[in-house]
């Protein structure tokens, strides 16, 4: 029997790790070293449709994968895994025997596997690959959240610069147009004093002050208001004749 030396603990949780291998032997090996030094929760499948049943009962940390398997190969397994909507959480470690040529490495990569380890594998070097992968992930995870938090915050300092943008550029125009307002309608008291009898429609006033209909109307409301133009029909504007 062999005996393996106690090492520490390094995962930060205890992982849910599956081990499928139809070698009994190797199976109940990677099982014992990683619950009693890895601190994992082992899950075992000794073929490829026990491991597919197992996946859809519950999502492992760790997927432990012999290639060469009775029924399913394990590549086949990670692939239809994969496809599944839990199957992106999972790190899979791809076990073999047989000599990697390239067409097997191109399989499981395209498979989805994240590491592959040749047989005789030492449970030890099992657990440390396993621990990588782990920490790689967290890392990947933590990364990817401290960008989103930073994605978000720029988010809302961008609507927020906008809203402020947006507040000024209407600010500066109401200013305007009543700089505008107030020139105008000087100007056309000036202009209009000595013709009583006067009348003039919103378009003609327009035209000749050559502003939009927002200062045209507020001039002429104010010279309303004033007691200077008084409103007419036809939407026309009469200077008021003198008292």
Known sequence: MTTFAAQPVVAPF????????????D?????????????CRVSQAANGRDALSALAHERPDVL?????????????????????????NTTVVAVTALPLKSLEV???????????????????????????????????RERAARERA????????????????????????????SMEQRTLLQRAKADYAEM??????AEQARRLWGTDETVCFGVLDALVNEGFLVRAEGGRYRRRRAE
Do not use: W
Request: hydrophobic content about 40%; proline content about 4%; charged content about 25%.
């Open 14 to 25: 205890n992982p849910h790790v599956l081990i499928v291998d139809d070698a009994v032997d």
């Open 27 to 39: 199976r109940e090996m990677y099982a014992t070293y990683l619950t009693s030094i890895g601190g």
């Open 64 to 88: 432990v994968l012999d290639v060469m398997l009775p029924d399913i190969d394990g590549i086949e397994v990670c692939r239809q895994f994969r496809a599944t909507s839990d199957g992106a």
């Open 106 to 140: 191109d399989r499981l990569i395209h498979a989805g596997t994240d590491s592959v380890l040749l047989k005789p594998c030492t449970p030890d070097a099992l657990l440390d690959e396993i621990r990588s992968l782990l920490r790689q992930s967290a890392e990947l």
């Open 196 to 201: 009583p009898g006067l009348v003039l429609t």
């Open 150 to 177: 930073r994605a978000q915050k720029l988010q809302a300092h961008s609507q927020e610069l906008h809203a402020r943008v947006a507040t000024a550029h209407r600010d500066a125009r109401e200013v305007l147009q």
